[in-house]
Structure formats: C-alpha cells, structure tokens
C-alpha cells in the first residue's frame, strides 16, 4: 500500500510517500525464474507507478512501471495488480517509483536467490544484508521538484545522504538511528548494496575492510578486491565483507562523486557501523574524528570512479557463459547532453544566463505524452509519438571541447522513439558532450541488459576505439556510467518485444529530456510476441 507515513530526520519531522509506512520499503525476495504478483494500492495524494529496476519482464512490459511509457499513473484511491516476470536475473535488484520524484522516499529491495540445487559461484557467505543508499530533503519532495520547475534551474540539493534510510552520526539528531551491522569475527557477510539516490554517483567503503566484489545488476562477475566501490544510481553491487579485523566499530561511509563544473553537490558524508560482537575497551574506531573514516577518492576523481568501474568483468564460465553480440545490425550513436531552453515569455530563469534547464538524447528533448506509449503503440493510435529517433546526431562537433557555439546548447523538443526489428544486434556508442561543463550520466536501459563493451574519456574515435573492445568477459549490466565529456559502448540483441525505455537516472537529467524509448517488434513466432495486457491496466 502506497500511503503517507511521518518520519524525523534532521532535527525535523515530515510526512513522505511510503510503501506500507516503511521508509525504505519492504524487500521483495524470490527465487531464480519466479513470477510473482504484487497489489499496488494508491492511498497517496498523488499520482504514482512502481518500477522492477532491472528485472526484465520477457514479453510483458505492461507491468514494467514508468509513467506515460509503458502504463498511465496509478491515481490516488486506484490499484494496479502487478505481474513481475524473473527469469535470468540473480542477485540483487530494487523496486521504485517511476512518476515525478516519489522515488526519493518510495523504493526497495529485491533479492533474487538461485534455484533449490543451485549454489552461489562464490562460498555461501554467514549472512546477506540488504545496503541502500539514499538521499534525504528536509523539503517536501514535491516542492523541490516544482521549485525546479517554476525556476528552470538546478534543483536544491538534498540535506543528507542515507544508508538504509538513516544519515548517520556525522549529521545532528542522527546519531542514536544510525544503522549498525553487527559482525561476528570470522564470518563472512554478503552486502547487497543499491544506489537508490536521485541525483549524485557515490563512492562507498569501510574503514579497514576491503569489499570483494562478487556480482552487479543481478548478475556475476569475476572477484574483484577493492577498498572502495563507485556506484550510479540504479546500480546494485553485491561484494563480500570478510569480518577479519580486531573487534572494534568501523565505519561504513558514502560520500559523492561530482564532477560537474558549476555544480552545486551534496557534500556531505552518510555513516553506518560494523560492529563486532564481543567486549572490547576504549571503541575509538567509530569515533567522528576524520581518521576514523575510511580514505575515499576525491569527489570528481574520475580515474578511481572508473578504475573501479572498468576492472569489472563477467564471470564467463561454464555454468554462467555469456553472449556478446558480434556481428551488428543496427548501430546507434547519440550524444547525452545537459542543454538549455530560452526562459518564456521574456523572463530570466535560473538556468545558465537566464535560460531554463534541459537535457537531450541526439538533440532531442524528451516530451512525455499525454498517455501511455505503449498503450497507443499497442492500440496503433496515432499521433502518440514519432519513430524518427535519429541513429546519429544531427550535429557532428568536436563533443567534448571546452568551447562550444551557444547555438548547440538549444535542442528540439519531441516524443521520438526508435524501432527495432525482433532479435536484431544492436551496440549503441553514448557520448557525452561538453555543453553546460559536461558531467557523468549513469544511462539504464528497461527490458534489457546490455554488454559494456568499451569506455574511454574525450571523442569516440570509430577506428581505434572499437579495436580495444572487451569481447571475452565484458560487464552485463542494466546501467551503465558514461564519464564526463567521455564514450561507453554497450551492446544487446533485441530479443524482448515492447516498448523499453533509455534514459539518464540522474533524475534532475531524465525530467529535463534525456530519455527516448526503443520499440522492439515482435518475432514470427507465438513465444516472440508481446503477451496481451492485464485487465485493470491505469487508465489516463
């Protein structure tokens, strides 16, 4: 049940949106291949729809969740009953709202086990817990996101960032809610972390303790031994934490990682405590004193952001083989972009010289439709959306120069999608420009993962670039980071019909336009065909 619930933090009290009056929401496990059903009910003020960040939802994207996309909001006093299709996914995922910016209070996890019979590629560890960064505004959420609006600049940054919806001992009135793991020395705990924040990549690490990376979006990757992790929003990592140290409280921390130039960041860092059991003197460990925080990169270190980033690689063997398309059909290169709009009817906004934020996809700001594309794809209604996305921008410059035309900064505004033909290969290159400074944009694909094939800083270069691909054991993932004024290439076959959306999960980003939709057709055959839609479908 989505309903108001009030909670205090900061000094402050507040009523948010919740599921069932928990912040975060409840944890939804299931197993390897499982469908499940849940009942949405909307005892809310305003309108809402719940996203399955990850899972994939073979053949049924009505359930998928974001709003105008794949289904109409869930009005206050409504239901929707919600089939959620598991079916390669394994690992951790998360659940959230995907209408206006509900997703600041309202999200969750979700933990996909194997199969009975079927093991972890990894020794079972003691324990598995649940880690989900956050962001906490002191602000009704709502008013941040119309106060962006009315203004057409930056929204006000958040207050604190959260682990597990607490903002830990270095905030006032947080101290006593911090959340504490406890440990037993020996064992071996399996963190499940989610970067659930709206607007900011984090870097993340305990203080003593290397984390070994195991898996990422619900799938697994080879070990990989790091004293910290970077992670986007939308991202999941699993990472073991060997509880090997003398016993004592350390930290956990999250703090940002920011690289925009005049950008203004929440700078502040979350805390939780691993705390060993057992009776030991003078716990100085978990003190607040700097030197008892673990060491973190500096926050627009991208070189550490994407050290991490680019040492993740599949896990490749028998038992989990993997299949990176090889032969393309369709290529697709857009530019990501933070852009501007003149400020209406002759007023000065609060945009770079007095215009209104945007952001595009090839040039083209998103518009959302008045009603549920795929719906009107389903329905064949016309006059819904076009299909002349473009598969290259309709501008070629040098896309990371520190001095471009004001001209470029202006896109077009539309509701284009792309087509794609059932099972076709498809690698699309991100690039990222320098317009407004440039900054890093973490892109989530719904429907798919996709193989990160290569990544880089300045220009694609469509000669060399593609000769440094990984092809052997490349990352799969459901999100991908695209470094500031840098490249990432991802690949996929179009093997699941529907109506899919790619966009940014920066969310200040997706609502100013940088998102587009993939439409893939169905196969010849029954089983490559969209499944028909449940009976109580929202209606707009």
Not at 136 to 164: C, R, Y
Not at 447 to 467: A, Q, R, S, T
């Amino acid at each position: 049940m989505v309903k108001e619930a009030t909670y205090t933090r900061l000094c402050s009290t507040k009523k948010i949106l919740t599921v069932n009056g928990q912040f975060p929401g409840p944890t939804i496990e299931a197993q390897h291949g499982d469908t499940i059903y849940v009942n949405v009910y909307n005892q809310g003020k305003q309108n809402i729809t719940i996203h399955w960040h990850g899972v994939l939802q073979p053949r049924y994207p009505w359930a998928d969740g974001p709003e105008y996309i794949t289904q109409c909001p869930i009005k206050p006093g409504g239901r929707f009953r919600q089939k959620i299709i598991f079916s390669t996914e394994e690992g951790t995922l998360w659940w959230h709202a995907h209408s206006d910016w509900s997703r600041a209070t309202v999200y969750g996890a979700i933990i996909i086990h194997p199969k009975v019979g079927t093991r972890y590629p990894f020794p079972k560890p003691d324990a598995e817990v649940p880690i989900i960064l956050g962001e906490w505004w002191k602000e009704d959420i709502t008013k941040v996101l119309q106060q962006m609006h009315d203004a057409g600049g930056d929204p006000n940054i958040s207050d604190a960032f959260t682990i597990n919806g607490q903002p830990g001992d270095l905030y006032p009135c947080s101290k006593q809610g911090t959340f504490k793991l406890t440990v037993d020395r020996g064992k071996t705990y399996l963190l499940r972390l989610i970067n659930a924040a709206m607007n900011i990549i984090l870097f993340f690490a305990i203080k003593k303790h290397n984390l070994t990376v195991v898996g990422v979006d619900a799938g697994y990757t080879k070990s990989l031994s790091s004293e910290y992790v970077t992670i986007s929003p939308g991202q999941t990592i699993d990472a073991l934490l060997s509880a090997n140290q003398k016993p004592d409280r350390y930290y956990m921390v999250a703090r940002a990682y920011s690289t925009g130039s005049n950008h203004h960041f929440d700078n502040t860092t979350t805390t939780a405590i691993v705390q060993y059991k057992g009776k030991y003197s003078n716990p100085t460990s978990s003190s607040s004193s700097s030197s008892s925080l673990p060491s973190l990169p500096f926050y627009n270190d991208t070189n550490a952001a994407f050290s991490f980033l680019g040492g993740l690689k599949s896990l490749a063997d028998k038992k989990h083989p993997i299949d990176v398309p090889l032969h393309i059909r369709n290529r697709i290169f857009t530019t990501i972009s933070v852009n501007s709009f003149p400020c209406r009817d002759n007023n000065t906004c609060a945009g770079p010289n007095g215009t209104r934020f945007a952001a595009s996809m090839n040039n083209i700001s998103f518009v959302n439709p008045s009603t549920a594309l795929l719906q009107a794809y389903y329905q064949h209604t016309n006059g819904v959306y076009g299909d002349n996305f473009p598969d290259m921008p309709p501008f070629l410059f040098n896309f990371t120069d520190i001095f471009l035309p004001l001209n470029l900064e202006t896109p077009k505004r539309g509701t284009e999608v792309m087509v794609l033909d059932y099972n076709t290969t498809v690698e699309i290159v991100l690039q990222g420009t320098a317009l407004m400074g440039g900054i890093d944009h973490p892109i989530h694909l719904h429907g798919y993962n996709f193989y990160i094939v290569g990544f880089g800083l300045g220009n694609f270069d469509i000669y060399k670039d593609p000769l440094k691909y990984n092809l052997k054991d490349p990352p799969l993932r459901n999100t991908v980071s695209v470094p500031i004024n840098g490249w990432v290439t991802v690949r996929f076959k179009a093997d699941n019909p529907g109506v899919w959306l790619l966009h940014c999960h920066i969310d200040r980003h997706m609502t100013w336009g940088m998102k587009t939709v993939f439409i893939v057709k169905d196969g010849d055959q029954p089983e490559e065909r969209l499944l028909p839609p449940p009976p109580d479908m929202p209606r707009c």
